[in-house]
């Protein structure tokens, strides 16, 4: 649709015209702030936690737990240098041996999630399939943040 | 010929005046728009670009993905 109009105003005069073909999609994708009706319903994006964790693959599980742990974190997002994700460990995947790298030891290929998600259907999702968090990332794949499952829930209900 | 672009240089080109057009139906611009953006939708871009628009400043038109 919008190459028809960036093509007609043209025809009619207009002589810098620019077509964003990726649109509202890859906007709000990226997490980019909307305005509108839906923009005052939270989305995963901004209840995603953006400080989470992350470790790169080769780095030691020993030395990633501690730093994970001490910092109040039962996670840690696996990317590389463009923020791209590989991988989650949870719980139980960072009490394995110290001595695994992180990509030995991560849950490769997490299911990720959009930012524009709304916030009551990743708590109705995460609930389902008992997830306890799930990386958000934009369409990309890059790591916007960590939605926990118990904020999903919080802020759904404060919703109702 | 129309410049296509990504959403770093739309961003870029607002900052420096550009007009941002959703030519999507008016209730999709409703509920969610661009900041700052302009519901001009494309069956009326005919009849209202003119009157609407500043043909003096770039405009960059969008709509939802590609499609």
């Not at chain 1, 509202?24 to 995963?44: F, V």
């Not at chain 1, 020993?62 to 730093?67: N, S």
């Not at chain 2, 550009?18 to 611009?29: F, I, K, M, S």
């Not at chain 2, 302009?38 to 499609?67: H, Q």
Request: glycine share 8%; aromatic share 6%.
């Amino acid at each position: 649709m919008s190459p028809r109009a960036a093509w007609r105003l043209e025809s009619l005069g207009f002589g810098e015209v620019y077509d964003y073909v990726a649109g509202k999609l890859d906007w709000m994708a990226a997490g980019l702030r909307t305005e509108g009706t839906n923009a005052a319903h939270p989305r995963a994006g901004e209840v995603s936690r953006r400080d989470v964790p992350t470790a790169g693959l080769a780095e030691r599980l020993g030395d990633v737990r501690e730093r994970v742990r001490a910092s109040g974190w039962d996670a840690v997002v696996v990317i590389n240098p463009e923020r791209v994700v590989f991988g989650l460990l949870r719980s139980k995947e960072l009490d394995k041996d110290s001595e695994l790298r992180m990509d030995q030891a991560m849950r490769p290929g997490p299911s990720t999630f959009r930012p524009y998600v709304s916030i009551k259907e990743m708590a109705e999702t995460m609930t389902k399939h008992m997830l306890e968090s799930s990386p958000i990332t934009t369409s990309d794949g890059r790591l916007v943040g960590l939605l926990l499952q118990q904020d999903a829930t919080r802020v759904a209900g404060e919703q109702e | 010929m129309p410049t296509e672009i990504d959403r770093h240089e739309v961003q870029k080109l607002v900052e420096r005046g550009a007009q941002l057009v959703e030519v999507l139906p008016a209730d999709e611009y409703e509920e969610d728009h661009l900041p700052g953006a302009i519901s001009l939708p494309l069956r009326r871009l005919e009849t209202e670009a003119v009157r609407i628009l500043d043909g003096a400043r770039p405009v960059i038109v969008y709509c939802w993905d590609t499609a």
